[in-house]
């Protein structure tokens, strides 16, 4: 059965949008997720229902140029319907966090605190949480535009960048994925690095109840043996 994802904050703010032209001419790359925070809270929520793949330290120290993305987590959702209509499996990688709440292997619910943004990490100018979904699951910790060197911890380590025989760039933009969930908002953009098209998101679909088939086939059953009773006996 598939299922949607929703915003990791209850009141989003975007200051950086996915590819962004204004991000490549001022850091140099392109921006392949999203920058955000929540002005209430350091919260970071799970988009839906998935399984951790990696949570931690990315590089051997939290702040600096060995810092790489700081504190990481790396999540699969499966069978995940995009506001497009195409069901895919996703990779959700988060960086720069202050802390974590989860480890690998964990099964995560969506609205579930999994950590809380912050500032680590060497290429931050500030408390925010980058967030990126990606269409490869297969080789999940690998992220394109990320440099691959000895220190990696989680992010394009050498060997899982041997193993994929290279980086490619598999991203998609969350806007054509999430959802506004029950009690979220997109609080709009803070700066000028936010297309319009970054904050047109959809709000969740009501979801039917779920069919208990088997009850459902129990009632039959038994509306069956009465039917069947009654006519016996005429």
Same mark, same amino acid.
């Given at each position: 059965?598939?299922?949607?994802?929703?915003?990791?904050?209850?009141?989003?703010?975007?200051?950086?949008?996915?590819?962004?032209?204004?991000?490549?001419?001022? %850091?140099? %790359?392109?921006?392949?997720?999203?920058?955000?925070?929540?002005?209430?809270?350091h919260d970071v929520l799970a988009l839906g229902d998935g399984e951790v793949i990696a949570a931690g330290q990315d590089g051997p120290t939290l702040t600096g140029n060995l810092s790489r993305l700081g504190m990481v987590t790396v999540i699969v959702y499966r069978d995940v319907l995009c506001s497009d209509g195409k069901v895919r499996d996703l990779t959700a990688r988060t960086y720069h966090h202050a802390s974590v709440a989860v480890k690998a292997g964990d099964k995560v619910r969506r609205g579930q605190v999994i950590a809380q943004y912050g500032n680590t990490g060497a290429n931050t100018s500030g408390p925010h949480l980058h967030i990126e979904l990606d269409t490869d699951t297969k080789y999940p910790t690998l992220a394109p535009g990320v440099s691959v060197t000895a220190s990696n911890r989680i992010i394009n380590t050498k060997a899982e960048y041997a193993r994929a025989g290279g980086l490619s760039d598999s991203t998609i933009n969350p806007a054509k994925v999430w959802f506004i969930g029950d009690g979220q908002s997109i609080a709009g953009a803070a700066g000028s690095w936010c297309a319009q098209s970054d904050l047109v998101v959809p709000e969740l679909p009501a979801e039917m109840p779920e069919l208990d088939y088997k009850a459902r086939y129990d009632e039959l059953c038994a509306e069956i043996m009465v039917l069947a009773a009654k006519c016996k006996n005429r």
């Open positions: 059965m598939s299922q949607r994802l929703t915003l990791p904050f209850k009141a989003m703010r975007i200051t950086a949008g996915y590819k962004h032209p204004q991000y490549l001419k001022e %850091w140099g %790359w392109p921006h392949y997720g999203v920058d955000c925070y929540d002005p209430n809270t």
